[in-house]
């Protein structure tokens, strides 16, 4: 079946140190994206990709990286300049045509916890 | 003022009833609209797109009000199964959706 899919599941930092979290899709879809979601918050923006190549900074890029050197995959990284970085994150992605039609799919989250 | 405003909740529904719940945007030029579900500590499923017409899924039904800026969501015959966190998203920027914090819903029996 095809999807997204996030790992791991679970990620804790220690103060100082660059994690990656990764994102796969098998949709065959041109756009990823890279969510944070905090408690009693809406969904915010990272970084996002059209496609394989080019990304292009979101709402609250300071802190984070990605790349995008093949069209199923885009990591992000979470380095030691993100001062608070405790949140859950989602990878989504669509297809060229249905942001405006069909929204995004979603993978199933990172939970990170800074220790 | 934030770009896509929801009322947190919780609304407590009992079993059976109806329950409804808006969202309001602040840009005019906004072109897509979607209701999302969200259970607790899951990512966002998509429930169903908004069409300025409106629109009905089963027991769910969307409606859109550009003139006022605001989208609903009406669930009839509530069922323990709803309970959950609504997410109104809108898109005025190709592939850059804009979510809201959600409405909390809880459908006790």
């Known amino acids: 079946d095809g999807g997204i899919t996030q790992s791991p599941k679970y990620l804790f930092r220690k103060e100082g140190q660059n994690v990656t979290l990764s994102c796969e899709q098998n949709?065959?879809?041109?756009?990823m994206y890279w969510y944070r979601q905090d408690p009693g918050q809406g969904l915010r923006l990272i970084y996002y990709?059209?496609?394989?190549?080019?990304?292009q900074k979101g709402d609250i890029a300071e802190g984070y990286s990605v790349s995008r050197e093949k069209k199923e995959s885009f990591p992000l990284t979470v380095t030691s300049a993100q001062k608070n970085p405790t949140a859950f994150y989602l990878c989504?992605?669509?297809?060229?045509?249905?942001?405006?039609?069909?929204?995004?799919?979603f993978g199933s989250g990172t939970r990170l916890t800074v220790v | 003022r934030k770009e896509v405003e929801q009322d947190p909740g919780p609304f407590n529904v009992p079993e059976g009833a109806t329950v409804a719940f808006n969202c309001t945007y602040s840009?005019?030029?906004?072109?897509?609209f979607f209701w999302y579900r969200q259970d607790c500590r899951k990512e966002p499923k998509l429930l169903m797109s908004?069409?300025?017409s409106g629109n009905e899924d089963g027991r769910f039904t969307a409606q859109l009000n550009r003139a006022s800026q605001y989208i609903s969501l009406l669930i009839r015959d509530s069922k323990l199964s709803d309970s959950a966190t609504y997410l109104c998203?809108?898109?005025?920027?190709?592939?850059?959706?804009?979510f809201g914090a959600g409405t909390q819903v809880v459908v006790t029996p």
């Open positions: 949709l065959n879809h041109d756009a």
């Open positions: 998203v809108v898109n005025w920027n190709w592939g850059k959706l804009q």
């Open positions: 989504a992605s669509s297809s060229r045509d249905s942001p405006t039609s069909y929204g995004y799919t």
């Open positions: 908004v069409y300025s």
């Open positions: 990709s059209q496609i394989v190549n080019d990304f």
């Open positions: 840009n005019s030029a906004s072109q897509s």
